[in-house]
């Protein structure tokens, strides 16, 4: 089965420091998603992504975060400047046309951020 | 914004036991679907239901979209040593095709006592 693919697997970083967490979409795939997962608790929707531009986004997807395909397989978030509170479990996740009611949506297996 | 709330939070089975747990919402959904998480993994699909009354089997897991389109829940019948791990429902609410805008369950943690 095809697979969304997320990297690092894990990362660690300095309060204030920018990071930015790397998912590779299925490839045919035409709308992306970034969701988080604290520690312990649910999943939680940050923001989609169709046609190069930002479709939804939550109240946690402050001027922080953003988002970017820079190329035809990357999608990116990008957290400017961290807080202790982002440290959560990330998830990419991508749909394929968006068409039919019940098309499946793919996770990655996630980046784990660590802010100290 | 919405809320579901899922029980039981967690569940201490024996293997071969059957298992239920439910989830609630104050708001409509137009799908309710079943994710199974393993630790350190992305959440993956179990069951997807798109009627109200639908009620869908795959396997041992069978799950219900409720009539009033605010509950659903999740059976799994005979349960082994894999299916441990963290259950969440969560709710679909299309506003826009493609939107794929999941709400997520608080999640049941299952446990098999050996």
């Known amino acids: 089965e095809p697979e969304v693919t997320q990297t690092p697997s894990h990362q660690v970083t300095q309060m204030g420091q920018e990071v930015i967490l790397r998912c590779v979409p299925i490839?045919?795939?035409?709308?992306f998603y970034w969701y988080r997962q604290i520690l312990g608790q649910k999943v939680e929707f940050l923001v989609s992504?169709?046609?190069?531009?930002?479709?939804?986004k939550s109240e946690i997807f402050d001027d922080q975060f953003s988002v970017e395909r820079p190329d035809g397989s990357n999608f990116t978030l990008k957290i400017r400047s961290t807080k202790l509170e982002d440290s959560a479990m990330y998830f990419c996740?991508?749909?394929?046309?968006?068409?039919?009611?019940?098309?499946?949506?793919?996770f990655g297996s996630g980046t784990q951020l660590s802010v100290l | 914004g919405q809320q579901l709330n899922q029980s039981p939070q967690s569940m201490f089975i024996q293997e071969g036991e059957d298992v239920s747990m439910n989830c609630t919402s104050s708001?409509?959904?137009?799908?309710w679907l079943w994710y199974k998480q393993d630790p350190g993994e992305g959440p993956v699909l179990l069951i997807a239901?798109?009627?109200?009354?639908e009620l869908t089997s795959n396997g041992r897991l069978t799950a219900q979209f409720g009539i009033t389109r605010k509950d659903s829940f999740l059976n799994i019948s005979a349960s082994i040593p894999s299916d441990v791990g963290i259950y969440f429902c969560?709710?679909?609410?299309?506003?826009?095709?493609?939107?794929?805008?999941?709400?997520f369950g608080t999640g049941t943690r299952l446990t098999i006592i050996p």
């Open positions: 996740a991508s749909t394929g046309t968006g068409v039919f009611t019940n098309e499946k949506l793919f």
């Open positions: 490839s045919n795939h035409l709308y």
């Open positions: 992504f169709y046609n190069n531009e930002i479709s939804e």
């Open positions: 708001s409509i959904f137009n799908t």
């Open positions: 239901l798109y009627k109200a009354g």
């Open positions: 969560a709710g679909r609410l299309i506003s826009n095709f493609g939107n794929e805008k999941l709400t």
